[in-house]
T-cell receptor, first 115, second 111 residues
Framework: KAGVTQTPRYLIKTRGQQVTLSCSPI?????VSWYQQTPGQGLQFLFE???????NKGNFPGRFSGRQFSNSRSEMNVSTLELGDSALYLC????FGTGGGNEQFFGPGTRLTVL | SQQGEEDPQALSIQEGENATMNCSYK?????LQWYRQNSGRGLVHLIL?????REKHSGRLRVTLDTSKKSSSLLITASRAADTASYFC???????????FGKGTRLSVIA
């Protein structure tokens, strides 16, 4: 099976712009979770989608949003970018989502730089 | 917010030596997982230990869990240069709650 893919891999934006990141999960996986990784805060959970429904949401401002399509592919959007949004954004897929000890399979990440 | 705290933050050892990393957490958990991340890339799941288990092995990995002390340890035996990476513990509190990661231990294995 192909692994989790994320596009684009690298992105440079300026403050105030918006950005959309994409994640394609492993075939058959219905859950996609998004994480933000920064040197200062480490890995922070953004949200999880399961069968097109948001199941969990982390403590991030409303500028961060996401969605999941019927084919389980997911996108996350960040509007009005701030310098502090510079990070590695990781998505992870699993068969049944969080809870129950399901292994999360991570993509390679999208490195976002905000200037 | 961070649930797990890994210790040490960084560890440097010679090839062939054992590496031990510790993780402490704050709340009751269903399970604890360990992940590896090679520089700036995605995480790879290593091993999961449930709250009713005390020890688990997988190849050169040994994980212990002490729920009374809210701590876990990851032991990598006979380390190799390819083990150089950051290692994270992640806890799952209850059904349908997201994984909460610690800040990780950076392991350097010198050939």
């Amino acid at each position: 099976k192909a692994g989790v893919t994320q596009t684009p891999r690298y992105l440079i934006k300026t403050r105030g712009q918006q950005v959309t990141l994409s994640c394609s999960p492993i075939s058959g996986h219905r859950s996609v979770s998004w994480y933000q990784q920064t040197p200062g805060q480490g890995l922070q959970f953004l949200f999880e989608y399961f069968s097109e429904t948001q199941r969990n949401k982390g403590n991030f401002p409303g500028r961060f949003s996401g969605r999941q399509f019927s084919n389980s592919r997911s996108e996350m959007n960040v509007s009005t970018l701030e310098l502090g949004d510079s990070a590695l954004y990781l998505c992870a897929s699993s068969s049944f989502g969080t809870g129950g000890g399901n292994e999360q399979f991570f993509g390679p990440g999208t490195r976002l730089t905000v200037l | 917010s961070q649930q797990g705290e890994e210790d040490p933050q960084a560890l440097s050892i010679q090839e062939g030596e054992n590496a031990t990393m510790n993780c402490s957490y704050k709340t009751s958990i269903n399970n604890l997982q360990w992940y590896r991340q090679n520089s700036g890339r995605g995480l790879v799941h290593l091993i999961l230990i449930r709250s009713n288990e005390r020890e688990k092995h997988s190849g050169r990995l040994r994980v212990t869990l002490d729920t009374s002390k809210k701590s876990s340890s990851l032991l990598i035996t006979a380390s190799r240069a390819a083990d150089t990476a950051s290692y994270f513990c992640a806890t799952e509190e209850s059904g349908n709650t997201p994984l909460v990661f610690g800040k990780g231990t950076r392991l350097s294995v010198i050939a």
